[in-house]
């Protein structure tokens, strides 16, 4: 089946240390996006890349960084420049004509 | 910028109870918006989708409309269940940017 795989499920970060989180997707989707969920807020967004070797910037994008190689893959790094990272991020991708799909979601946490 | 606000932002109910979960979009140029599910710790899982050109979507127990010129959509859940306990999310997405409403998290009673 088609689907998005975020990998890890759970993260721990020391402090000033970068981490990456991997996101990849079988779906043949073009765009892909990373976002960050806080408790009781609604989805922020990170980056986002409509096609390979191009991305953008989110709302939120300060001490996040990106690379997209593959059409298959978006890994995002959570730099030490990220002041309060504990937070779930969420990885999605879309097709237009159906709509956005999300991964599972990594959970990181600051040790 | 597109902002989306969902009322309210938490609902409890008895089981069997018929409910309505809104969303409220600032700007009416969408192209489309999305209804997901997201249980507690899990990522979202879409349950409707509606085109901008279409005025409602049903899926099972799961009815949403949407008015663009009015900027807002609802979420009818027909004969509630406790399984369908869970927040509940709506998006609209133009020009290649989504937003996100904070969500309505749903309690139903056994």
Redesign the interface.
Known sequence: DGGIT?SPKYLFRKEGQNVTLSCEQNLNHD?M?W?RQDP????R?IY?S?IVNDFQKGDIAEGYSVSREKKESFPLTVTSAQKNPTA?Y?C?S?N?G????????T?LTVV | KQEVTQIPAALSVPEGENLVLNCSFTDSAIYNLQWFRQDPGKGLTSLLLIQSSQREQTSGRLNASLDKSSGRSTLYIAASQPGDSATYLCAVYNNNDMRFGAGTRLTVKP
């Open positions: 975020q765009a996006y976002y009781g807020q609604g989805l967004l986002y409509q779930f969420l999605a879309i237009e159906h709509g956005y799909t999300f991964g599972s979601g959970r």
